[in-house]
C-alpha cells in the first residue's frame, strides 16, 4: 500500500515521501481502517512520539497524521463493538504508525461509528480539533453558561470549533487571530474579535477562561488576563507564567469515542460545522506541512475517493 513517511527528523517536511510500505497488521483489540479522508498536526514532526515507540525504541520510517475517516477492513482479535464494512472515525495512536496512508491500524476503541450523512472530508476534521476543543473548554476550562472565554487562534481548526462549542454553552466568546479573520470568527459566533497584529491583547478585558493554540507571548500575556477562580488552558506547552488568582493547565488530547458521537450528532443536527481548509491528495501531503502554511480551518488529505 501507499503511504506519507518520514525517516530523518532534521529534514522536516522535505524529508517526507510517498512511498510503498506493508499492509498493517491487526494486533488484539485492533482494526484496520481503509483511510478515506486524514487530519494532521504541523507541529507532530517535533513530537517525540513521531519517532519512537512506547518503549522509546527507533519506528521510523514513520507515518504521520492522527485524525481518520474511513471503513473497517479488518478485525484484530478480540476485537468488539465494530464490524468489517463500518464507516468509522477518531484518533490513531500517537507512538504507531498514522492516518497518511491508504490503510491503517487502529485501537477500536479510539474510533467511533460515522454516520452515512457526514462525508468522510468533514469527519477527518473532526477528532483533534473537536476532542480538543470539547476538552480544554470544559474538562479542563470549566466554562459555564454566563461566563466569558477569550480563544486564540479563533478561525483555526481547533479554534473554529471552540468558539462554537463555547456560543452554544452560553458563554460570552471573545476570539482573537489576524485581521483577515474578523468575519469568520464573528459568523461562527464569537461576540468581539481582537486582531492581534493591531491590538493590545490586555485590551480583551479579563476573562473566566482563556483558550490558547499560539503559545509563546501570546501565551504569557494571557495569564494576567485571567479573573479570579479563571483557568488559563493551552496545548502549546507548559505556562510560564502563572495566573495570580486562577489556576494553568496544558494538556494533550485524550480518545473519546463518547465524545465523538457526540460531535457527530451536534453535525448532523447542524449545531457544529467543522472549518475545512484546504483539500489535498495523499501525494501532496508534504507541502501541507510547510512552516508558515496559513488556511483558514483544518486542512485535510484525501486518501481514498469515496
Known amino acids: 500500500m501507499q503511504a506519507i513517511t518520514v525517516r530523518d527528523r532534521n529534514a522536516g517536511p522535505a524529508g517526507m515521501s510517498l512511498t510503498d510500505i506493508p499492509y498493517p497488521h491487526a494486533a488484539e483489540n485492533d482494526v484496520v481502517v481503509r483511510v478515506h479522508a486524514a487530519g494532521f498536526t504541523p507541529g507532530e514532526l517535533d513530537w517525540p512520539a513521531t519517532w519512537t515507540d512506547r518503549a522509546g525504541r527507533d519506528r ?11 471503513v473497517v477492513v479488518e478485525l484484530g482479535y478480540g476485537t468488539t463493538g465494530l464490524s468489517v464494512g463500518q464507516r468509522v472515525f477518531g484518533l490513531a495512536d500517537w507512538t504507531r504508525n498514522g492516518t497518511l496512508a491508504e490503510y491503517t491500524a487502529v485501537e477500536a476503541r479510539n474510533l467511533a461509528p460515522l454516520p452515512a450523512d457526514i462525508g468522510h472530508t468533514v469527519a477527518a ?67 468581539a474579535f481582537l486582531d492581534l497584529q493591531s491590538e493590545k491583547l490586555e485590551d480583551a478585558g479579563e476573562a473566566d477562561v482563556v483558550f490558547d493554540v499560539i503559545g509563546g507571548d501570546i501565551l504569557d500575556r494571557s495569564a494576567a488576563l485571567i ?41 448532523r443536527s447542524g449545531r457544529l460545522e467543522p472549518v475545512v481548509g484546504a483539500v489535498r491528495p495523499l501525494a501532496e501531503a508534504p507541502t501541507a506541512f510547510t512552516p508558515g502554511r496559513r488556511t483558514p480551518g483544518k486542512t485535510i488529505i484525501r486518501v481514498t475517493e469515496d
Open 60 to 70: 521510523t520510517p514513520s507515518v504521520p497524521g492522527h485524525e481518520l475517516s474511513g
Open 125 to 191: 476534521a473532526l477528532p483533534i480539533s473537536g476532542l480538543t476543543a470539547w476538552q480544554g473548554l470544559f474538562d479542563h476550562g470549566r466554562l459555564t453558561t454566563g461566563q466569558t472565554v477569550l480563544i486564540h487562534g479563533a478561525t483555526g481548526g481547533v479554534g473554529s470549533i471552540a468558539v462554537q462549542l463555547a456560543r452554544e454553552a452560553g458563554a460570552r466568546v471573545i476570539g482573537t487571530g489576524r485581521a483577515a479573520d474578523r468575519d469568520r470568527a464573528l459568523a461562527l459566533g464569537a461576540d
Open 227 to 267: 479573573r479570579a477562580g479563571g483557568t488559563l488552558v493551552t496545548i502549546v506547552t507548559p505556562p510560564r507564567i502563572q495566573p495570580r488568582d486562577g489556576r494553568a493547565v496544558f494538556f494533550v488530547v485524550e480518545p473519546d469515542r463518547a465524545r465523538l458521537a457526540d460531535l457527530a450528532t451536534r453535525v
